[in-house]
């Protein structure tokens, strides 16, 4: 039987992590962080293409890995249009939305284009799988007060998908048939309502709603953002990056480290144990609302991503939504082995990639 060769590819705003699986196991890991001062000579994300992908190579050939051994390429995916879940090969409509970031400029844009290029050099296959923009929220979970403005999906869709068929696993059961609300929470916090299969509700974590994260703010009360915005005080990229990237704890704190504040309160800090409390709070809040939307027919609360390391955070949060289902900790993002896992199902058959 043939064991399949892949490289799973994750661009972030300053490093480049990379694995190589055989099948589901590990061959090679690293990280390629990117200095200020590499990155300031490119006046786009898109303009860094050329210069990950060589030292990805590069990375691969000092490690005596054969291009020519590889299976697929998979990339963390971007922001494209609203596609439902699942696995994408790569064409090229999606490397024309991705090169001109027609949906939005994030570094991980890079990873279907990087995967593409990799694979046309190994004569592999290239896919991204559940992008940020991952949308199956039902048409009442659209609409707001103002018609001009609809809520939108964007969230960890590739690690809360991943969490969630592993849980099923587990369980001995489908991920199609459990009603399961899943809390992603890391730099971002995104908490979906997954009912059969499809999440149906979740917070735009990005720069929308939701708790507050530790560098985002999260729900803020609309009538007293439009008087901080019409201020005098602040351009419009600088209110845009309070809710995203100088929001959240890192305001409060000047940190995002929810290790340091959990230190920071258990020391005697008032400060940073409202915080610490408020986060908790919120993230509960949010969950028990998506148990709501499920109807209350909910098979478990799954907590994930790299907070949910935190058993201080994960027993409060635990403390206040156990009585909707039990609560599991699934930590971490593990968002490579949820891309290898992924292009697996799709080399080995187990699931279609669809066309974007």
Same mark, same amino acid.
């Given at each position: 039987?043939?064991?399949?060769?892949?490289?799973?590819?994750? +661009?972030?705003?300053?490093?480049?992590?990379?694995?190589?699986? /055989?099948?589901?196991?590990?061959?090679?890991?690293?990280?390629?962080?990117?200095?200020?001062?590499?990155?300031?000579?490119?006046? *786009?994300? &898109? /303009?860094?293409?050329?210069? !990950?992908?060589?030292? &990805?190579?590069?990375?691969?050939?000092?490690?005596? &890995?054969?291009?020519?051994?590889? %299976?697929?390429? =998979?990339?963390?995916?971007?922001?494209?249009?609203?596609?439902?879940?699942? &696995?994408?090969?790569?064409? %090229?409509?999606?490397?024309?939305?991705? *090169?001109?970031?027609?949906?939005?400029?994030?570094? *991980?844009?890079?990873?279907?284009? =990087?995967?593409?290029?990799?694979?046309?050099?190994?004569?592999?296959?290239?896919?991204?799988? /559940?992008?940020?923009?991952? %949308?199956?929220?039902?048409?009442?979970?659209?609409?707001?007060?103002? +018609?001009? =403005?609809?809520?939108?999906?964007?969230?960890?869709?590739?690690?809360?998908?991943?969490?969630?068929?592993?849980?099923?696993?587990?369980?001995?059961?489908?991920?199609?048939?459990?009603?399961?609300?899943?809390?992603?929470?890391?730099?971002? #916090?995104?908490?979906?309502?997954?009912?059969?299969?499809?999440? #149906?509700?979740?917070?735009?974590?990005?720069?929308?709603?939701?708790?507050?994260? +530790?560098?985002?703010?999260?729900?803020? +009360?609309? $009538?007293?953002?439009?008087?901080?915005?019409?201020?005098?005080?602040?351009?419009?990229?600088?209110?845009?990056?309070?809710?995203?990237?100088? $929001?959240?704890?890192?305001?409060?704190?000047?940190?995002?480290?929810?290790?340091?504040? #959990?230190?920071?309160?258990? %020391?005697? /800090?008032?400060?940073?144990?409202?915080?610490?409390?408020?986060?908790?709070?919120?993230?509960?809040?949010?969950?028990?609302?998506?148990?709501?939307?499920?109807?209350?027919?909910?098979?478990?609360?799954?907590?994930?991503? $790299?907070?949910?390391?935190?058993?201080?955070?994960?027993?409060?949060?635990? !403390?206040? #939504? *156990?009585?909707?289902?039990?609560?599991?900790?699934?930590?971490?993002?593990?968002?490579?082995?949820?891309?290898?896992?992924?292009?697996? !199902?799709?080399?080995?058959?187990?699931?279609?990639?669809?066309?974007?």
């Amino acid at each position: 039987m043939k064991h399949y060769r892949i490289l799973a590819v994750n +661009p972030g705003s300053t490093s480049t992590k990379v694995a190589l699986f /055989d099948e589901l196991t590990v061959v090679l890991e690293f990280t390629l962080r990117h200095s200020e001062r590499e990155l300031k000579q490119f006046e *786009s994300v &898109i /303009d860094q293409l050329d210069f !990950r992908y060589e030292i &990805i190579v590069d990375a691969l050939g000092k490690a005596s &890995i054969d291009i020519g051994s590889i %299976d697929a390429v =998979i990339g963390r995916g971007g922001m494209l249009r609203p596609v439902l879940s699942g &696995i994408y090969e790569v064409n %090229d409509a999606m490397r024309r939305d991705l *090169s001109s970031a027609r949906y939005g400029e994030h570094a *991980s844009n890079l990873g279907g284009l =990087i995967a593409a290029k990799i694979a046309r050099e190994a004569s592999a296959l290239a896919f991204i799988a /559940d992008p940020v923009v991952v %949308d199956e929220l039902e048409d009442a979970a659209r609409v707001t007060g103002l +018609p001009a =403005i609809k809520r939108r999906s964007v969230f960890h869709a590739l690690n809360q998908k991943a969490v969630a068929r592993l849980y099923a696993l587990r369980e001995e059961r489908r991920y199609e048939e459990l009603n399961l609300v899943v809390a992603h929470m890391g730099g971002g #916090v995104s908490v979906g309502a997954h009912r059969k299969g499809r999440v #149906v509700d979740v917070n735009n974590a990005l720069d929308g709603d939701g708790p507050f994260a +530790p560098e985002r703010s999260g729900s803020l +009360p609309a $009538g007293d953002l439009v008087k901080l915005c019409y201020s005098g005080r602040y351009t419009e990229a600088e209110v845009r990056r309070m809710l995203s990237g100088r $929001g959240g704890v890192v305001a409060h704190l000047e940190t995002n480290d929810m290790r340091l504040v #959990v230190e920071m309160a258990d %020391d005697g /800090d008032e400060t940073a144990a409202l915080l610490l409390e408020a986060f908790c709070y919120n993230v509960g809040k949010l969950i028990g609302s998506m148990a709501a939307v499920l109807e209350g027919e909910v098979d478990a609360v799954i907590l994930t991503g $790299g907070i949910a390391y935190n058993e201080h955070i994960c027993s409060r949060i635990a !403390r206040m #939504v *156990s009585f909707v289902a039990p609560v599991e900790t699934i930590p971490g993002e593990n968002e490579l082995e949820a891309l290898a896992m992924n292009a697996l !199902r799709a080399l080995k058959g187990e699931a279609e990639s669809a066309e974007y």
